[in-house]
């Protein structure tokens, strides 16, 4: 493990581990925040043909504040018959998978939480934790929707894992290395048939890399189409059901933060994250504002294509989306590592 | 172990292990009850469905209507004539003056009068309107209930051109409240023919929308083709009516096979029917419908007749003793009041056939075999309001 500096400046090991959990604590829930907001409000209702909301704050930027004031005000329930303590620990294992998701992102050039040699794979394996903390949460409600929706939960996980690990075996080759910063730096050195001055980013060779990556991250994250865990025509809420007040509000912070996490992943791994060309001439807090401007911009975009799906497709039946990825995304994912691996060893 | 436990907690921890215990008997036996409904997303309204799922595949399922039941039958006995159109509005509230019509001619039959020439196309014209709102509706509602979210916004949308016009008219955005025996309340506004000229071609663009965005996507497509098969000799058996019927392969449709007063004979538009009898077939047959609909709107605005609006009926209404029945074909089937007098003011009894009681009766009979998420795409399909089933 290298010790990531902030800007390369040097800290004391507490001081610097004060400036991460201070950061963690904001990103995080900013995130949620930004993403809640912008997709979940503004361009879900500019697609539905309606305003949106328009009246806490500035064209209603304060509405998800207001919301999240409201959940904290509602009751805490609990069933009868719940597991109380697996019941109230649930969400925080959720949200705990989701603080782990951020811990290898780099936002610029040494900025970063803890920069891994596995980064890439820390990842994709702290995001399956969420998965335990919604079997938690199904078993503990009593319900026999929140039943129902862990279980399909866990075999829609078990299903999309796959392809979204080997979509990302064949970045891992393509860049020879599985540390975030790595992948960047591949990207920034990459040419395609002698082009690419300043570095050309995955999204080109490795088009069918991405476009399975963000397949499986939307069943991962539990979005329509693949939103069966959660179908609320059918499930009501699937494993938050029971779920009131602030334990739901965790939820609903972890899916949507979750959400932030992947978008950028994926921009990362394929768009080149922090970099554009000449962005890395610049020096100090300089190259780290830019950097985050640039990678955010990217996560956006990717997220944008998320919610776009997200808003337009009916959910797939548990069968059909089983049946998706077992004959559809790993085999073509299996492709996709065999053409990576003949190119890397012929160019 | 309960010895020491403050009361509070010991009633926990005794509820607690009855709960288990209860788990353990439904695991045990062979698969697992679920209520669906009466307070559940997919059902709008309080229709309650028993399932009973091995694993997710339902055994058997049992409807349980009733929730909602608000006693219309036995309410129109005390009530006078023009007073019962004001409650039979609200059994199917998506297209309301679509309830009052039958009524109406059923009472016309009794007491022999006749509405002129052009308050019958008038009413054929809002007959239709209703049947375009609750259609389309339907057609985005069918998304919500398979998990698209989009579509229910655009229909709530286009929705609102056709309730304008019917408030325009008749000044209720719902309840229109505006036949009357012997005729309709009033004329229609002026520069009204017009504007729904204009609004069909909205309602027609809605319908291209709603296909390109959901009908037509493979997606949808999966979800229900297959899914909940209903053959034509069971539709038949179970006495479906309307959409759901046509969508068996049968075609009958009372506007054009009945012999009734109104004007559709008077415009040319085709039943539309499907041969699989799935869910598909259901939403297909319905959106085809709307279109065909607003053609008939079309046509009747362009060749509505002068006249009066009103026949001549005596200011206190009393309708001579006997029996009759009218049924017209309602946007969710065939709806028929059987109206018994006896010379009263009001009617002696009134009874009310709805289509989505028997439309949902067959739900037994084709959720047994499904999958849970097959359940809410058959029941989306089948369509019914549940004002219509419980009156």
Redesign the interface.
Same mark, same amino acid.
């Given at each position: 493990m290298i010790e990531a500096g902030l800007f390369g400046l040097e800290f004391a090991y507490w001081t610097s581990t004060t400036i991460k959990v201070l950061a963690a604590l904001v990103v995080v829930p900013s995130g949620a925040l930004l993403f809640g907001y912008v997709f979940l409000f503004k361009v879900?209702s500019g697609? #539905?043909?309606?305003i949106g909301p328009n009246e806490a704050g500035p064209f209603g930027t304060m509405q998800l504040l207001a919301d999240g004031a409201k959940f904290l005000q509602k009751e805490d329930i609990f069933p009868?018959?719940a597991d109380r303590k697996v019941f109230a620990f649930a969400p925080i294992v959720v949200l705990m998978s989701t603080f782990l998701l951020f811990i290898v992102i780099p936002p610029a050039k040494n900025l970063q939480v803890a920069d891994f040699d596995t980064g890439i794979f820390l990842a994709l394996a702290v995001s399956s934790l969420s998965t335990i903390g919604v079997m938690m949460a199904g078993w503990a409600s009593?319900n026999?929707?929140s039943l129902?929706g862990a279980l399909r939960a866990a075999g829609q996980l078990i299903a999309y894992e796959l392809p979204l690990v080997l979509a990302v075996v064949g970045v891992v080759i393509q860049a020879g290395t599985m540390s975030m910063p790595g992948i960047i730096d591949a990207q920034r050195d990459f040419e395609l048939f002698g082009v690419g001055v300043g570095g050309v980013p995955f999204v080109v060779p490795q088009f069918l890399g991405f476009v399975i990556f963000l397949i499986s991250a939307q069943a991962e994250l539990n979005q329509?189409?693949f939103?069966?865990p959660v179908?609320?025509?059918?499930?009501?809420a699937g494993f938050m059901t029971e779920y009131t007040g602030f334990r739901f509000l965790t939820f609903f912070l972890a899916e949507t933060a979750s959400m932030v996490a992947f978008a950028a992943i994926a921009a990362t791994l394929f768009l080149g994250g922090w970099y554009v060309p000449g962005v890395d001439q610049l020096h100090g807090v300089m190259l780290g504002v830019v950097g985050v401007a640039v990678l955010l911009t990217k996560t956006m975009f990717v997220g944008f294509l998320m919610f776009w799906v997200r808003?337009?497709?009916?959910?797939?039946?548990?069968? #059909?989306l089983q049946r998706f990825a077992w004959i559809g995304l790993i085999p073509l994912s299996l492709l996709n590592i065999v053409l990576t691996g003949v190119f890397k060893v012929v160019l | 172990m309960t010895a020491t436990m403050p009361d509070w907690k010991k009633a926990a921890y005794i509820a607690a292990q009855a709960a288990d215990a209860r788990v353990n008997v439904e695991l045990e036996a062979e698969g697992m009850t679920l209520n669906i409904g009466p307070q559940h997303p997919a059902t709008h309204g309080t229709l309650r469905i028993v399932c009973r799922l091995d694993g997710e595949q339902v055994i058997w399922a049992d409807p349980m209507p009733g929730y909602m039941h608000r006693g219309y039958e036995k309410l129109c006995e005390v009530r006078n004539y023009p007073q019962v159109t004001t409650l039979i509005n609200r059994i199917d509230w998506l297209g309301s003056f679509c309830n009052e019509v039958p009524f109406i001619l059923a009472a016309e039959q009794l007491m022999g009068v006749e509405a002129p020439e052009r308050a019958q196309w008038i009413r054929t014209i809002f007959f239709e309107l209703g049947r375009q709102a609750n259609l389309i509706l339907f057609l985005g509602d069918v998304g919500t209930q398979l998990g698209a979210i989009t579509p229910v916004f655009l229909a709530f949308r286009d929705r609102e051109h056709v309730l304008n016009l019917i408030e325009s008219a008749t000044g209720g955005r719902f309840h229109p409240n505006f036949d009357r025996i012997g005729g309709l309340k009033d004329d229609l506004p002026k520069g009204w023919l017009d504007e729904t000229v204009g609004c069909m071609q909205r309602v027609e663009d809605f319908c291209d929308e709603i296909e390109d965005l959901m009908i037509g996507g493979t997606i949808f497509q999966q979800r229900t083709r297959g899914v909940g098969v209903i053959p034509a000799e069971v539709a038949l058996e179970y006495g479906l009516t309307g959409a759901n019927i046509r969508s068996s392969g049968v075609d009958w449709d009372l506007r054009r096979d009945a012999d009734s007063p109104l004007a559709w004979k008077h415009a040319d538009w085709k039943v539309i029917t499907h041969p699989d009898g799935d869910s598909f077939a259901r939403c297909w047959v319905r959106l085809q419908e709307v279109r065909e609909s607003a053609k008939i709107v079309r046509q009747l605005c362009e060749g509505l007749p002068a006249g009066p609006i009103m026949a001549k009926v005596p200011k206190i209404i009393k309708v001579p003793a006997g029996e009759s029945y009218v049924e017209t074909e309602n946007p969710l089937g065939v709806m028929g009041y059987y109206l018994v007098s006896q010379g009263g003011l009001g009617p002696f009894r009134l009874k009310i056939r709805t289509p989505s009681f028997n439309n949902i009766s067959i739900a037994s009979w084709v959720l047994k075999g499904v999958y849970v998420p097959d359940v809410i795409t058959i029941l989306a399909s089948l369509y019914f309001i549940l004002g219509d089933i419980d009156r």
């Amino acid at each position: 493990m290298i010790e990531a500096g902030l800007f390369g400046l040097e800290f004391a090991y507490w001081t610097s581990t004060t400036i991460k959990v201070l950061a963690a604590l904001v990103v995080v829930p900013s995130g949620a925040l930004l993403f809640g907001y912008v997709f979940l409000f503004k361009v879900m209702s500019g697609m #539905q043909s309606r305003i949106g909301p328009n009246e806490a704050g500035p064209f209603g930027t304060m509405q998800l504040l207001a919301d999240g004031a409201k959940f904290l005000q509602k009751e805490d329930i609990f069933p009868d018959g719940a597991d109380r303590k697996v019941f109230a620990f649930a969400p925080i294992v959720v949200l705990m998978s989701t603080f782990l998701l951020f811990i290898v992102i780099p936002p610029a050039k040494n900025l970063q939480v803890a920069d891994f040699d596995t980064g890439i794979f820390l990842a994709l394996a702290v995001s399956s934790l969420s998965t335990i903390g919604v079997m938690m949460a199904g078993w503990a409600s009593a319900n026999k929707y929140s039943l129902i929706g862990a279980l399909r939960a866990a075999g829609q996980l078990i299903a999309y894992e796959l392809p979204l690990v080997l979509a990302v075996v064949g970045v891992v080759i393509q860049a020879g290395t599985m540390s975030m910063p790595g992948i960047i730096d591949a990207q920034r050195d990459f040419e395609l048939f002698g082009v690419g001055v300043g570095g050309v980013p995955f999204v080109v060779p490795q088009f069918l890399g991405f476009v399975i990556f963000l397949i499986s991250a939307q069943a991962e994250l539990n979005q329509a189409p693949f939103d069966m865990p959660v179908a609320e025509s059918e499930l009501v809420a699937g494993f938050m059901t029971e779920y009131t007040g602030f334990r739901f509000l965790t939820f609903f912070l972890a899916e949507t933060a979750s959400m932030v996490a992947f978008a950028a992943i994926a921009a990362t791994l394929f768009l080149g994250g922090w970099y554009v060309p000449g962005v890395d001439q610049l020096h100090g807090v300089m190259l780290g504002v830019v950097g985050v401007a640039v990678l955010l911009t990217k996560t956006m975009f990717v997220g944008f294509l998320m919610f776009w799906v997200r808003f337009s497709n009916p959910r797939l039946r548990e069968d #059909q989306l089983q049946r998706f990825a077992w004959i559809g995304l790993i085999p073509l994912s299996l492709l996709n590592i065999v053409l990576t691996g003949v190119f890397k060893v012929v160019l | 172990m309960t010895a020491t436990m403050p009361d509070w907690k010991k009633a926990a921890y005794i509820a607690a292990q009855a709960a288990d215990a209860r788990v353990n008997v439904e695991l045990e036996a062979e698969g697992m009850t679920l209520n669906i409904g009466p307070q559940h997303p997919a059902t709008h309204g309080t229709l309650r469905i028993v399932c009973r799922l091995d694993g997710e595949q339902v055994i058997w399922a049992d409807p349980m209507p009733g929730y909602m039941h608000r006693g219309y039958e036995k309410l129109c006995e005390v009530r006078n004539y023009p007073q019962v159109t004001t409650l039979i509005n609200r059994i199917d509230w998506l297209g309301s003056f679509c309830n009052e019509v039958p009524f109406i001619l059923a009472a016309e039959q009794l007491m022999g009068v006749e509405a002129p020439e052009r308050a019958q196309w008038i009413r054929t014209i809002f007959f239709e309107l209703g049947r375009q709102a609750n259609l389309i509706l339907f057609l985005g509602d069918v998304g919500t209930q398979l998990g698209a979210i989009t579509p229910v916004f655009l229909a709530f949308r286009d929705r609102e051109h056709v309730l304008n016009l019917i408030e325009s008219a008749t000044g209720g955005r719902f309840h229109p409240n505006f036949d009357r025996i012997g005729g309709l309340k009033d004329d229609l506004p002026k520069g009204w023919l017009d504007e729904t000229v204009g609004c069909m071609q909205r309602v027609e663009d809605f319908c291209d929308e709603i296909e390109d965005l959901m009908i037509g996507g493979t997606i949808f497509q999966q979800r229900t083709r297959g899914v909940g098969v209903i053959p034509a000799e069971v539709a038949l058996e179970y006495g479906l009516t309307g959409a759901n019927i046509r969508s068996s392969g049968v075609d009958w449709d009372l506007r054009r096979d009945a012999d009734s007063p109104l004007a559709w004979k008077h415009a040319d538009w085709k039943v539309i029917t499907h041969p699989d009898g799935d869910s598909f077939a259901r939403c297909w047959v319905r959106l085809q419908e709307v279109r065909e609909s607003a053609k008939i709107v079309r046509q009747l605005c362009e060749g509505l007749p002068a006249g009066p609006i009103m026949a001549k009926v005596p200011k206190i209404i009393k309708v001579p003793a006997g029996e009759s029945y009218v049924e017209t074909e309602n946007p969710l089937g065939v709806m028929g009041y059987y109206l018994v007098s006896q010379g009263g003011l009001g009617p002696f009894r009134l009874k009310i056939r709805t289509p989505s009681f028997n439309n949902i009766s067959i739900a037994s009979w084709v959720l047994k075999g499904v999958y849970v998420p097959d359940v809410i795409t058959i029941l989306a399909s089948l369509y019914f309001i549940l004002g219509d089933i419980d009156r």
